[in-house]
């Protein structure tokens, strides 16, 4: 239906029309212009008192939330801690306080229907209201058979009504050609890191990695889609969408059949929640009432692999190379920063094996491209040891081959960079490879960052990963050092050498440490690190100071 504007002016309900008649302003104080509200937004400070946390919201807990130092208002459904926003608000505090502690949408929508709040108010944001079960009924035949999203409108409430107070949940909504499923993790903390999506044929598989769990929606579409579909975030609210495109323009009845372990909570292997170690899956046996069973069940556990195609092997040293893998089409998977992949090939008949954390294609742009099309490639810095087991069968792969990748692991938290102002890695041989996108995210993304200093143990010269690399970057940005040792080194070498000892590292560490935050990654083979780690605590570093890499 074509939109065709209103004759009137101003139009119903518009800026011009509400502010001359329907509502007063108030003068605002000092500081606290829209302006000012928007800097308070982006000041990171804690506006909803939940430390980023969504809740929830019943009624009852709506209704005490109901004075000026504590008022929540919902609207839509959403519910936002408006308390913060009082003194900043044009109408004044009366007419906030007019809707506290209650379903304000009304009341909004007479007066500010123009204003785009989810915007203003995202970081007031507390969380969802629930709703009360309209049906008390068992639909687990139903939901064992098909999903299906066309419910009636009462079902549909009972839908919304299955989901707990943090566990997550997932609908889909379809127009004639896209078919959109929307994740709610009900976290605000996630990113496209967070999700990886493969579709293959009719399977349809999406995990959330949310927290120590994983959240999978595993479903056998009920019609062709294509290959290509896009995902998208909306951090503030912990919303995942992903839209497919259907292959023809039909309306779907129902999204699918669930297949294994859908809706399901799984833990994950790296998990730091001893708890959640058991290998126990929480298993949604009602979607529509969040009922979860927990079943012990250690092969549910297993990483998903999916077959990548050999692009690109170009040799870096004597015996390490870069390979360039793509991803399938309908794969959406980005590899956190400091977590590995495990890569799977068959050799005389078995499957094998091995992790493998993905590096950026270089450390400098002039090297690579930074970032090829939609994160489609995975790099690998990888060292062939001709007397190993998996290293010479991927060595030798020609280009168009395929191997496969797991799903990320590993418990390395992007979250230890905030506010970090002195970072040291610690690398030996091919335990540079996390340090590659640690190095890369620190010098661009850490804005409290004020050193970096690299010690990279080797045996010899010719042993040394991406030195001139290394060497590049230190010299165009001042705040990082690098540092070579040998521990085999030809007689001509003037630099350092020897293996990791109390001397080497008291040296290297010599900083004015006293005020700032600080984090030193290890990573090599493990005598290495675990000889590194004893002498880090000797010297007094903290074990929140410290991560190591092992497997
Ligand atoms: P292996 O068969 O494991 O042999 C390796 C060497 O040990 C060979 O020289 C072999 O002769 C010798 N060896 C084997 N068994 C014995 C034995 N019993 N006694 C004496 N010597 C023996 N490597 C990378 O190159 N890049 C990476 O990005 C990377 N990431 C990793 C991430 C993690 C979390 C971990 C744990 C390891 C990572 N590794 C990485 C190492 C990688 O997983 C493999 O261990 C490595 O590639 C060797 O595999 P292989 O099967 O070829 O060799
Ligand atoms: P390498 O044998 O070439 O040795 C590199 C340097 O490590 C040596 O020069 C020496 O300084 C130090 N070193 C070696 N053995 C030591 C020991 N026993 N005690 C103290 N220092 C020692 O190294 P490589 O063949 O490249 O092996 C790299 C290792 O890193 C592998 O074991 C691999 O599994 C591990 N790795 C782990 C991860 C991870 O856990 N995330 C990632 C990548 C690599």
Known sequence: ???????????????????????????????????????????????????????????????????????????????????????????????????????????????????????????????????????????????????????????????????????????????????????????????????????????????????????????????????????????????????????????????????????????????EDPYMKDSYIRKNINQRRETFIFTFNPDVVGLYYRKCQLISKENVTHDTRLFCLMLPPSTHLQVPIGQHVYLKLPITGTEIVKPYTPVSGSLLSEFKEPVLPNNKYIYFLIKIYHTGLFTPELDRLQIGDFVSVSSPEGNFKISKFQELEDLFLLAAGTGFTPMVKILNYALTDIPSLRKVKLMFFNKTEDDIIWRSQLEKLAFKDKRLDVEFVLSAPISEWNGKQGHISPALLSEFLKINLDKSKVLVCICGPVPFTEQGVRLLQDLNFSKNEIHSFTA
């Not at 809707?99 to 304000?104: K, L, N, Q, T, W």
């Not at 309209?134 to 066309?150: C, F, P, S, T």
């Not at 994740?183 to 579709?199: A, E, F, G, P």
Request: proline share 4%.
């Open 1 to 271: 239906m074509l939109n065709v504007p209103s004759q009137s002016f101003p139009a119903p309900r518009s800026q011009q029309r509400v502010a001359s008649g329907g509502r007063s302003k108030v003068p605002l104080k000092q500081g606290r212009s829209l302006m000012d509200w928007i800097r308070l937004t982006k000041s990171g400070k804690d506006l909803t008192g939940l430390k980023g946390r969504l809740i929830e919201v019943t009624e009852e807990e709506l209704k005490k939330h109901n004075k000026k130092d504590d008022c929540w208002i919902c609207i839509r459904g959403f519910v936002y801690n408006v308390s913060p926003y009082m003194e900043y608000h044009p109408g004044g505090e009366d007419e906030l306080m007019r809707a506290a502690g209650s379903d304000g949408t009304e009341l909004f929508d007479q007066v500010h229907r123009w204003v785009n709040y989810e915007s203003m108010l995202k970081e007031c944001l507390v969380g969802r209201m629930a709703i009360k079960p309209a049906v008390l009924k068992d639909y687990r035949e139903e939901e064992k058979k098909v999903l299906n999203g066309m419910l009636p409108k009462s079902q549909v409430t009972d839908t919304l009504a299955k989901e707990g107070p943090s566990y997550p949940s997932y609908d889909w909504f379809q127009t004639n050609s896209l078919v959109t499923i929307a994740i709610y993790t009900k976290q605000k903390d996630i990113n496209l890191d967070s999700i990886i999506v493969d579709h293959q044929d009719d399977s349809f598989r999406a995990e959330t990695i949310i927290k120590d769990c994983l959240y999978l929606i595993h479903i056998g579409l009920s019609h062709e889609v294509q290959e290509d579909f896009s995902v998208r975030v909306v951090e503030s609210v912990g919303k995942i969408e992903i839209v497919l495109k259907k292959k023809e323009n039909t309306s779907w009845d129902f999204l699918g059949h669930p297949l294994e372990n859908h809706n399901s909570l799984i833990p994950r292997k790296d998990t």
